[in-house]
């Protein structure tokens, strides 16, 4: 087994599940690291009808700087927003309908950190993959980690440095494809098959 020390993303890339669920990998997730903007930790990317659309959530500008206390702004209703935009990406996918129902619940919620509402979301998607991956959060910010440190690893603004099959999405065909989407790209898309797709993720 080796230590694996993972940010804590808004449902997150495939390749984050890829060293999420890596039988090899015990997790720890980083909670007092300072936010770092524009990345996975507030927004995720899913295939619109006119590409790649990043849905992000809001924060409130309260002087927070570490992860853990960085709170979810509900001025508007993002989480309305980012569901309507899921549904009307996914709505023809092969297996929406069968996932729609517990996805939906992700959005009803309203938790006050970032952090909480991420480990709920995730929980909800493991449910969905039917697994049961423990996991652990860190007690102290450490700059240079014994754990193999994947804080920096997924970037939301460069290419994924993670190879993996193409597989039909439902605007590829007019879009061509678009790599390492949001896991919900590859549940609406690949349904049962989500797992096994993602154990062939290679870096």
Not at 47 to 52: D, I, R, V
Not at 60 to 88: D, P
Not at 119 to 135: F, R, V
Not at 145 to 161: C, L
Request: with cysteine; hydrophobic share 35%; aromatic share 16%.
């Amino acid at each position: 087994m080796q230590n694996i020390l993972l940010p804590v993303f808004y449902l997150p890339p495939i390749s984050w599940f890829s060293e999420f669920l890596n039988e090899e990998n015990e997790i720890v997730f980083e909670q007092f690291e300072n936010f770092p903007k524009q990345t996975y930790r507030n927004r995720c990317n899913i295939f619109g009808a006119n590409g790649k659309l990043s849905l992000i959530i809001p924060i409130n500008h309260n002087g927070a700087r570490e992860f853990k206390s960085i709170e979810v702004s509900y001025r508007e209703n993002w989480q309305n927003l980012h569901w309507k935009s899921i549904k009307t990406a996914y709505q023809s996918s092969p297996y929406f309908e069968y996932y729609e129902d517990k996805m939906v619940k992700i959005f009803e919620e309203k938790e006050k950190f970032l952090l909480d509402f991420n480990l709920k979301s995730l929980e909800t998607i493991q449910q969905i993959l039917k697994t049961e991956k423990a996991h652990s959060l860190n007690t102290e910010y450490v700059k240079n980690p014994e754990s193999i440190d994947f804080r920096e690893k997924f970037s939301a603004k460069a290419d994924s440095e993670y190879y993996a099959e193409e597989y039909y999405q439902t605007f590829s065909d007019k879009l061509g494809f678009i790599k390492d989407l949001s896991i919900i790209d590859l549940l609406c898309n690949k349904g049962p098959e989500t797992l096994t797709y993602i154990k062939n993720v290679k870096k």
